[in-house]
């Protein structure tokens, strides 16, 4: 096997594929040889991600915007992978949006929000995939987080969390029920990554130290450094891995 082709021929769908990590791992994905099929609700960053894996010379199309809290949008991402390419072999669960807050304070609505756009979402855009997925013997890869497995100091996560701990939870069902199908389904749970909207901590000395402090590694982690994982686990390199969660987060939950 060529071990830096791990992926040649498979169409992998990547949510929110114009934001950080989801572009790193269309990145990764085709440099490993896959069919990309991008979608995100945010045209610009979805369009510069096609930008960027076509001037790598990689396959990828991409459907933008597409708002997958809707259910007929997933639909048709699932219609133009197999359109395009024949079929699925992959779905990575990356796109979201959470909306922070702490119990003393958070209305209904910041409440719903996050969970539709961290939750729901990862449960229609797996759904709709799932008849493909079935006859691919395919992956799923979600993205829960750190903050599935703990608290966060400083961070309003409360609904956060609890989807997240949400998308863990039906990870282990979906490998549980994926069984009879050959289908695998893992996490990966990112602590905090160098993005948009995390630079700032590096800004803020106090979070600064606290949060980088917590990692073993005393840094941020990079998008790239996600992808990695993300990669092997929809390859069959992670053959024998179904039901598990990878922790991304530079020694957090280990001290
Ligand atoms: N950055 C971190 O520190 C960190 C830590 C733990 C988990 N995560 C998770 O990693 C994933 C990617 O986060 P990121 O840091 O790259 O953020 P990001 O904001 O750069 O990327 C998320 C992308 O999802 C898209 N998206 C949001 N709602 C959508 C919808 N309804 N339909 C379609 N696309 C939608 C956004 O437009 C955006 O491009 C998320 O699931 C996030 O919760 C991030």
Not at 13 to 30: E, N, Q
Not at 51 to 57: D, K, M, N, R
Not at 101 to 124: M, R, S, Y
Not at 227 to 254: E, H
Request: proline share 2%; aromatic share 6%.
């Amino acid at each position: 096997m060529d071990l830096t082709r791990r992926l040649a021929g498979r169409t992998c769908i990547v949510t929110g594929s114009g934001g950080s990590i989801g572009r790193a791992s269309c990145l990764r994905f085709a440099a490993e040889g896959a069919n990309v099929v991008g979608c995100d609700i945010a045209a610009a960053g979805a369009a510069e991600t096609l930008a960027q894996v076509e001037a790598g010379g990689g396959t990828m199309i991409s459907i933008h915007p597409a708002d997958l809290t809707d259910k007929a949008q997933c639909a048709r991402v699932i219609a133009a992978a197999v359109e395009a390419f024949g079929g699925v072999d992959v779905i990575f669960n990356n796109g979201a949006m959470a909306y922070f807050d702490w119990i003393d304070t958070i209305d209904d609505e910041t409440w719903h929000k996050t969970i539709n756009q961290e939750l729901d979402i990862v449960f229609l855009m797996t759904r709709a995939a799932w008849p493909e997925l079935v006859k691919t013997r395919g992956a799923i890869v979600n993205v829960a987080s750190l903050s599935a497995w703990a608290g966060i100091e400083r961070l309003p996560g409360l609904a956060h969390a609890a989807a997240k701990g949400g998308v863990l939870a039906m990870t282990r069902q979906l490998a549980m029920e994926g069984r009879h199908h050959g289908i695998r389904a893992n996490s990966v749970s990112p602590g905090t990554i160098e993005t948009n909207q995390t630079r700032m901590i590096l800004d803020d000395a106090e979070w600064s130290r606290v949060q980088l402090g917590r990692a073993m590694m005393n840094r941020m982690g990079q998008p790239e450094e996600v992808a990695s994982v993300v990669a092997f686990l929809a390859s069959a390199d992670a053959s024998y891995v179904t039901g598990a969660d990878v922790a991304v987060d530079g020694g957090v939950r280990a001290w």
